[in-house]
């Protein structure tokens, strides 16, 4: 009796770095060897754009990019015994392809060119590649197999071309960053190529952080009916193996592990940690400094600086002025010591006081406003900046995203750094997070102390301050600017949820008037389905009113 068909697959998960061609050929020719030698594969996929990594950006210009990619292409044939499916910008003259290709024994044995290029939030294909049009089918193990690129499977017209060529079973290398709720509305997509092909879909992700966008992972394999067969944990690089079989002349996948899905906190923060470790990591620097408050924002940075890079690597500051509360202190020292983390205290005083001195003739007259508040944490930035290029270590800012919407923040001051890890975060969700961490340690030794996350925020820039001097409550301005940044929802719109259009009003001009701040603000983790950065590219110079 002849053994029933079988093609094991192996999904290579792995975290790649932009532009490091030699480097990113050189890991998928090491995980193609093991996935032939520990698991037998017959074919190993790597995401899309495997050897120049994504998003390449404006590097897709550059001859010398080029040139190394052409390279590459030529040192395939170093893993015999096992196809590798590979993603690879492909030059055809002043031509370039978000390309696909099929290599087994350095032979091309099919290519596909990406013929859905998006165009929306952080995706700029359209500015780089050409899109392609005729599907990839192939062969493995007796296997009809269509090889698409990422956005190829959100539309319904390259799958549907590449099972008309006979495809049973659908091949998608992606580079799909996360948001919220990101991988719901994948598994969504894919269920409805599955329904309209008849078709099994193997879904590989990138994993890992590039600048602001972070990759998820969340690899799966979905057969005919849409269940799933297999998912792969969030951030977990691995080769993750699927076997597929022809039964009664239909492909199906053998049941595999299905990871279950976690909280949206819960990926928002191991998304935070994540991107913080690729970002340091990828920079090559030793480590990091930040200023510690006693607040919540800043209480989450260090707990998330911890988590990516270990205690060793995370230098604190705590810089007291005569408005700084004796619990503000307390609760900075505490959370160091519960992390372990090491704390500086370098009391802001005596610099403020010579400033005001210096300022003395220029300010003759004028009553104290926000000039002396941001001259504080200008200090702070100055000192922070000192010790980051003293040390060698990347100075990471604690603003969120609320504070960064209506520019509840200081430019040169409490904005300096390198990168901004709850940016994208709006005040309600740093509590949210901040509970979450919490709930991760022992309840009677909470990471961020208790009283961080019950007190009221202050900056504690003057005395008796609290953020609703300046602002809403954080229940009112967060909705307001979730509607206005990520639904571009107009003032009627948003009044007609509720709020008050005076209220609306004012908060939608402080967005619009702090766009100069933002474009000087560091990158940070994008989270949201509209962070600040490469999603949001709004006017400095506008006479538009609302």
Known sequence: ??????????????????????????????????????????????PELTLSGYPPEDLLFHRGLR???????????????????LGFPEYQAALIYNSAAV??????EALTRKSCLPNYQVFDEKRYFTAGGAPAVFECQGFRCGLLVCEDIWEP??????????????????????????????????????AECGVPVVYLNLCGGQDELVFDGNSFVMDAGGQLAMRAPVYQEDLYCVQFERRNGVVQPLMGMVTPALSDVATVYQTLVQGVRDYVSKHRFP??????????????????????????????????????SQMSIEDAAAQARTLGVQISTIPIEGMFDSTLNALAAEFAGRAPDTTEEN??????????????????????????KSEMAVGYATLYGDMNGGFAP??????????????????????????????????????????????????????????????????????DEICARGFERAVVTRILNMVQRNEYKRRQAPPGVRVSRRAFGRDWRYPITSGYRR
Not at 289 to 308: E, F, P, Q, Y
């Open 1 to 46: 009796m002849n053994a029933t068909p079988r093609l094991t697959l192996a999904l290579a998960q792995i975290n790649l770095l932009v532009g490091d061609v030699q480097g990113n050929l050189l890991r998928a020719l090491r995980e193609a060897a093991r996935a032939r030698d520990e698991f037998g594969a017959d074919l190993v996929l790597f």
């Open 67 to 85: 040139i190394q990619i052409e390279r590459a292409l030529q040192g395939l044939e170093a893993v015999p015994r096992v196809g590798l499916v």
């Open 103 to 108: 290599y087994r024994d350095g032979q091309r």
């Open 157 to 194: 017209e390259a799958a549907r071309r590449a099972c008309a060529a006979g495809a049973e079973l659908l091949l998608v290398i992606n580079a799909s960053p996360f948001e919220v709720n990101r991988q719901q509305v994948r598994e969504r997509v894919v269920r409805e190529r599955v």
């Open 287 to 324: 480590g990091v400094v930040m200023g510690l408050s006693g607040g919540v924002d800043s209480g989450l940075t260090l707990a998330i600086a911890v988590d990516a890079l270990g205690k060793e690597c995370v230098q604190a500051v705590m810089m007291p002025s005569r408005y700084t």
């Open 375 to 400: 001259i504080q944490a200008r200090t702070r930035g100055l000192l922070l900046m000192a010790i980051s290029n003293k040390t060698g270590r990347m100075l990471l800012t604690t603003g969120n």
């Open 422 to 491: 709850i940016k994208d975060c709006s005040k309600q969700l740093v509590y949210r997070l901040a509970n979450y961490r919490n709930s991760l340690a022992p309840p009677a030794a909470p990471v961020i102390p208790a009283r961080v996350i019950e007190r009221e925020p202050s900056a504690e820039l003057r005395h008796g301050q609290k953020d609703t001097d300046s602002l809403p409550p954080y229940a009112v301005l967060d909705p307001i600017l979730e509607a206005f940044i990520e639904e571009d929802l107009s003032v």
